[in-house]
């Protein structure tokens, strides 16, 4: 090149074909001047195909473009897939193609007309389909102009400039027109609000789980629990017979599917206080295999199945597919919860639990770890919102917001209408309240559909016979969810099942009354020794749950004992009143929890030696004891007051609902990681446990579990039944 002369500028191409612009530099796609969201993959592909018009590009060109050398992918099912977004983003029909043909068993071809336009800008240049013909700049084939003899037009105005003068204010006019047309549309015809428009149910068996919801092309993947285990399944969309994927694992739960449909990430662990083991799981046979070594409370694959990201110890991590590359993006005092990636594959948005306000919050982050920040579309602070889910395509996003039973499902539309005026503020579409759907999920980028589960709440309430542990009915519905008799047995007080309020009723469950008047959620209910006051763990509507004390007889109204600033466990009374064992932890995370005696009189509070790590003391009748469990719910200890030491007692995958018999001879406790979910008693300062009785033949098609809630005078042990008759749904949605 000569001295002084710089570098050539290659000129910048851009393709346009039918109402769609590609600007392969921008990486943008533009359908008649509004960006159509296209990930990069498909994108590459189309400026391939773009590039060649008429030609046959072949699967293995592809492969070489997009997975270079050395990268790991199940090559044909990633490539359908991705031929698959590219065809939706330009609305195009494999069977009757308008742009992009098939060639079977060789690749695929551009059949549409092509033109590109350099820089920019200036004239187009014609790319013909079947074959490139070379045309010079004024659009007149080459041969053609070498026939015919171009003259310069003559200075003066002939008839035909004035006649494309004509056609110009014509053409003025008309667009004016379009765009008043437009204009009157856009305002006056507003695009209609998202509704679900109809529920298919595909399971009846019940015992469905709100957890983690798969939803792959032509089948869904939901959690089913009976007793302590939690197992998958899998549903075909048009409906049939559901089917367990079959696991070694007490807990186990499929996260998500793989674009290419043909491996689960799937979760198996011995107990729920435990991450999941990660695993790699063929939907159609072959060998599973662990990946890694990870644990995991959620995991899903990228869109194009590249990259996994997974939540472990209160970090989001992405790695790659062949478990190479981990990083960590971001990192929480919990680990996030239900996550899911933008269809674009760009950002994952998640769920988080505030210990200090008690809420879920959504989050973004972007996939290099950049622009993390929660989002609230309801603008609302003291709401939890949850569950989150992109459709069609990222156009709308889905949500949960509130808690428990009184939870909604919102939609709100992420990108606005050109062509109509669209509502961007959320819709709230279902409720738990009024459609019994309690939770919702589901990978369902590609269309209007979302897994959910809808519950019917019931429960029955009995107790077991200390004679010959039969089971026995009791008189009462809703069944409460803890309950304790007044010293003399002629009350009984309890945590209603209906309003979660406290009351008290005879020993007959009649003549009932209202201690907190529905004001506070309550449980862990204990009558004092002398049956004047009953105390109780109560959760109003803001702030950690706090320990509570009201009068028997209703004349005073509930009042706070626990410090404000700490979340109460369990308490009970000593057996003189005087002392109250309680455990308490701290609204900041990553505090333990611990046991500590509150004097009733004073309100001073006093460590119990060695007991950081330990909750839910309850005291023996005989004041000898203190019996506790360790806060990871393994194992339980007992305190010999006189002595002052921790003795260890029995183990178990999740010890739970500690009662002492009324003579203090055995401590009852239930097994709640165990199938049968059986009630053990061991004698007090020993770690040898007795089977007491089991619930097998409680946990059938509707119970999906039994808790104890109290103990009797006579040692009857009172428990009620979950009998959650809950099932999948497939929820349709018209989204405009």
Excluded at 319 to 342: C, Q
Excluded at 659 to 683: I, M, P, T
Aim: net charge neutral; hydrophobic share 35%.
């Amino acid at each position: 090149m000569p001295r002084g002369m710089e570098a050539p500028v290659l000129p910048k191409r851009v393709y346009r074909f039918g109402l769609f612009q590609v600007d392969p530099d921008a990486g943008k796609l533009l359908r008649a001047g509004v960006p159509v969201k296209l990930q990069e993959q498909p994108l590459r592909v189309l400026c391939l195909l773009l590039e060649r018009p008429g030609e046959i590009v072949t699967r293995e060109e592809l492969r070489q473009t997009l997975w270079p050398e050395g990268t790991y992918v199940e090559f044909d099912g990633s490539l359908n897939a991705t031929l698959k977004r590219l065809r939706f983003a330009l609305g195009d029909d494999a069977d009757n193609p308008v742009f992009i043909e098939t060639v079977p068993r060789r690749g695929y071809r551009f059949i549409a007309p092509v033109s590109a336009t350099r820089n920019g800008h200036g004239s187009d240049e014609a790319l013909e389909s079947a074959a490139a013909v070379p045309t010079n700049g004024n659009h007149v084939l080459v041969e053609e102009a070498a026939r015919l003899e171009l003259r310069p037009a003559p200075a003066k105005l002939s008839p035909k400039r004035s006649r494309g003068g004509k056609i110009g204010r014509y053409a003025a006019l008309a667009m004016a027109t379009a765009v008043l047309v437009w204009q009157v549309v856009y305002w006056a015809f507003p695009l209609p609000g998202p509704r679900i428009v109809r529920r298919v149910r595909l399971s009846s068996s019940g015992g469905v789980e709100a957890g983690p919801i798969a939803m792959g092309a032509d089948r869904v993947f939901y959690t089913l629990r009976r007793g302590g285990r939690y197992f998958p399944m899998q549903v075909s969309l048009q409906g049939g017979e559901a089917s367990e994927v079959e696991t070694p694992f007490p807990l186990a739960y499929v996260f998500d599917i793989s674009p290419d449909q043909t491996s689960l990430l799937l979760g198996g662990a011995e107990t729920r206080m435990e991450e999941s083991a990660l695993w790699i799981w063929p939907v159609k046979g072959g060998a599973p295999r662990r990946f890694g070594n990870y644990t995991c409370t959620d995991a899903r694959w990228s869109p194009e199945g590249r990259e996994i990201a997974f939540s472990s110890n209160g970090n989001l991590n992405l790695i790659f597919s062949d478990g190479t590359g981990l990083k960590t993006i971001a990192h929480f005092g919990g680990s996030p919860l239900n996550l899911t990636w933008s269809p674009d594959g760009e950002n994952l948005r998640f769920t988080t639990y505030d210990a200090v306000s008690r809420l879920h919050l959504l989050w973004q982050i972007n996939r290099d770890g950049s622009g993390l920040h929660e989002i609230n579309p309801l603008k609302d602070k003291n709401t939890s919102l949850r569950d989150g889910v992109w459709l069609k395509n990222g156009e709308y996003f889905a949500f949960w917001s509130g808690a428990d039973s009184n939870m909604s499902l919102w939609l709100t539309r992420e990108h606005g209408s050109f062509w109509r005026r669209s509502e961007r503020t959320p819709v709230q579409i279902a409720s738990s309240k009024n459609d019994s759907i309690e939770r919702a999920g589901g990978k369902c980028a590609y269309d209007s559909r979302l897994g959910a589960v809808t519950t019917w709440h019931d429960s029955k309430f009995l107790q077991i016979l200390p004679r010959d542990q039969k089971f026995a009915s009791v008189p009462i519905s809703p069944a409460p969810y803890s309950v304790d008799f007044s010293p003399k047995g002629e009350w009984v007080a309890f945590s209603s099942g209906k309003d979660g309020g406290l009351w008290r009723c005879a020993k007959d469950w009649r003549d009932c009354t209202s201690l907190t008047g529905g004001k506070l959620g309550t449980d862990l209910v204990r009558w004092s020794p002398d049956g004047k006051q009953i105390l109780f763990r109560g959760q109003a509507a803001e702030g950690p749950p706090r320990l509570h004390v009201v009068s028997a007889d209703g004349s005073s109204p509930p009042r706070i004992l626990s410090p404000m600033d700490k979340e109460a466990g369990r308490a009970d009374w000593s057996p003189d009143g005087r002392q109250i064992a309680v455990s308490l932890d701290s609204v900041t995370p990553g505090n333990e929890d611990a046991i500590y005696i509150l004097d009733a009189a004073s309100g001073k509070l006093e460590l119990v030696p060695e007991s950081k790590g330990l909750e839910d003391p309850i005291w023996s009748p005989d004041g000898k004891w203190l019996a506790a469990r360790d806060s990871r719910q393994r194992k339980i200890f007992f305190y010999d007051i006189a002595g002052k030491r921790w003795i260890p007692g029995p183990e178990g995958k999740i010890v739970a609902y500690l009662h002492w018999s009324r003579h203090s001879k055995d401590l009852f406790y239930q097994e709640l990681g165990a199938a049968n979910q059986a009630v053990y008693r061991v004698e007090a300062g020993t770690a040898k446990a007795r089977f007491y009785r089991d619930f097998s033949e409680m946990l059938g098609s509707q119970a999906v579990g039994c808790r104890v809630a109290g103990i009797g005078l006579d040692d009857s042990l009172y428990f009620y039944t979950l009998e959650n008759k809950s099932d999948l749904v497939v929820l349709e949605m018209d989204l405009p």
